[in-house]
């Protein structure tokens, strides 16, 4: 395995555990009997918390894979 992989490693886990988190969290959260409209609120945050993690691990995965590990370098 390559530098780049296993600099990859760290954050494809924590972006999967955070999503199963999120995703559990949803679930759980329209599972609850509540009235329809607070568990489209309830359930949506999570999923769109989810979707962020998704978005930076991909982000980061970019950013390792281009050969810039340290953002601080630029400034």
Same mark, same amino acid.
């Given at each position: 395995?390559?530098?780049?992989g296993?600099?990859?490693i760290a954050p494809v886990i924590?972006?999967?555990? @955070?999503f199963l988190y999120?995703?559990?969290i949803c679930v759980l959260f329209l599972c609850v009997p509540?009235?329809?409209?607070?568990?489209l609120l309830l359930? @949506?945050?999570? @999923?769109? @918390?989810?979707g962020v993690s998704i978005y930076v691990m991909a982000e980061r995965i970019k950013?390792?894979?281009s050969?810039?590990?340290?953002?601080l370098s630029q400034y």
């Open positions: 395995m390559n530098s780049h296993k600099k990859m924590i972006g999967i555990l @955070l999120y995703a559990g509540v009235p329809p409209a607070l568990k359930g @949506l945050i999570p @999923l769109l @918390l989810a950013e390792i894979r050969g810039e590990e340290d953002d």
